[in-house]
């Protein structure tokens, strides 16, 4: 079983920078894929961005992308999102999720995740 609590979230203005803090429990939560999702009010759950077991593979969002980073720091257990450039359009809840098997590769839907958090909550005002 694994637990996720997220963290970080916040009110930034637009161009403003928040960091996500992911916190997992578990004993193998080194091999998971991760991911970030985010959902707005009176939308579907979207992927953001997601990261391999060891850390060398990402993938973003077009909508993120160059803005946003994910990396994971296994020694504690707990995986990041770094939002820089924040736009209002990126005000959402956001939720991190790890995918219960051991894997290589990164996964960008929501149907490939097994554990989910409780999500933060991200406003950018404009």
């Known amino acids: 079983q694994v637990q996720l609590v997220e963290s970080g979230g916040g009110l930034v203005q637009a161009g403003g920078s928040l960091r996500l803090s992911c916190a997992a429990s578990?004993?193998?939560?080194?091999?998971?894929?991760m991911g970030w999702f985010r959902q707005a009010p009176g939308k579907e759950r979207e992927f953001v961005a997601a990261?391999?077991?060891?850390?060398?593979?990402?993938y973003y969002a077009d909508s993120v992308k160059g803005r946003f980073t994910i990396s994971r720091d296994s020694a504690k257990n707990t995986v990041y999102l770094q939002m820089n450039s924040l736009k209002p359009e990126d005000t959402a809840v956001y939720y991190c999720?790890?995918?219960?098997?051991?894997?290589?590769?990164?996964?960008?839907?929501?149907?490939?995740?097994?554990?989910w958090g409780q999500g933060t909550q991200v406003t950018v005002s404009s």
């Open positions: 999720a790890a995918r219960g098997y051991t894997s290589n590769s990164y996964y960008t839907r929501r149907n490939d995740y097994d554990y």
């Open positions: 578990g004993r193998t939560f080194a091999t998971y894929p």
């Open positions: 990261i391999n077991w060891s850390g060398g593979s990402t």
